[in-house]
């Protein structure tokens, strides 16, 4: 099946600093990368939509400056987050999907990504 | 606007039972595409089952099958002889024709007692 994965599994970091996450499609070419972001007890929330070669397109209210996505290559998009501060802790989550197969209709997640901003 | 509902906040079921978990979903796009996720402790969301709006017959994958009932816009995911491992976070999800993103439910948090 599809694999992706995300590095680092979490992280924490002093209020500031910039941080950067990792997603990797391991066994597929991923045309598309979307990041999500999760809240205890809550749903996911799309940040970003990201396909390879070209900007992302943010989800309203999204700071993209706040937010930079990097999706240079087939298998591998980054998120960092600029001058992270205590708000921007939370659940990082990424998907990918492929053009092409049966499945491409699937997003297929990484592991995601605990940031801990103190 | 496209919305999903669960409107299960939580479950409690006995093991080998079979649970329903509910969602219905508003949409006047005929094409469109229904997923269900399970999201552990661990945080990872799985996949477990995907049905397309023009499917004429109800997806099944091992113990997960999907009860689509198209008129009444609902796309509940059955599992059947439920087991510990199965208690988790279920996400109901859409995705519609042309479009990438998907929309999720609120979820419904399961667990099996045994």
């Known amino acids: 099946g599809a694999v992706v994965s995300q590095h680092p599994s979490w992280v924490i970091c002093k209020s500031g600093t910039s941080v950067k996450i990792e997603c990797r499609s391991l066994d597929f070419q991923a045309t598309t990368m979307f990041w999500y972001r999760q809240f205890p007890k809550q749903s996911l929330m799309l940040m970003a939509t990201s396909n390879e070669g070209s900007k992302a397109t943010y989800e309203q209210g999204v700071e993209k400056d706040k937010f930079l996505i990097n999706h240079a290559s087939l298998t591998l998009s980054t998120l960092t987050v600029t001058s992270a501060h205590p708000e921007d802790s939370s659940f990082y989550i990424c998907?990918?999907?492929?053009?092409?197969?049966?499945?491409?209709?699937?997003?297929?997640f990484g592991p995601g990504t605990r940031l801990l901003v103190l | 606007a496209q919305k999903i509902t669960q409107t299960q906040p939580g479950m409690f079921v006995q093991e080998k039972e079979a649970v329903t978990l509910d969602c219905t979903y508003d949409t006047s796009d005929p094409s469109y595409g229904l997923f269900w996720y399970k999201q552990p402790s661990s945080g990872e969301m799985i996949f477990l089952i995907y049905?397309?709006?023009?499917?004429?017959q109800n997806a099944t994958e091992g113990r997960y099958s999907l009860n689509f009932q198209k008129a009444r816009k609902s796309a509940n995911l059955v599992i059947s002889a439920s087991q510990l491992g199965d208690s988790a976070m279920y996400f109901c999800a859409m995705k519609f024709l042309g479009a990438q993103k998907l929309v999720f439910g609120q979820g419904t948090r399961l667990t099996i007692n045994p």
């Open positions: 049905q397309g709006s023009y499917d004429q």
């Open positions: 998907s990918a999907t492929t053009s092409s197969g049966e499945d491409q209709e699937t997003q297929y």
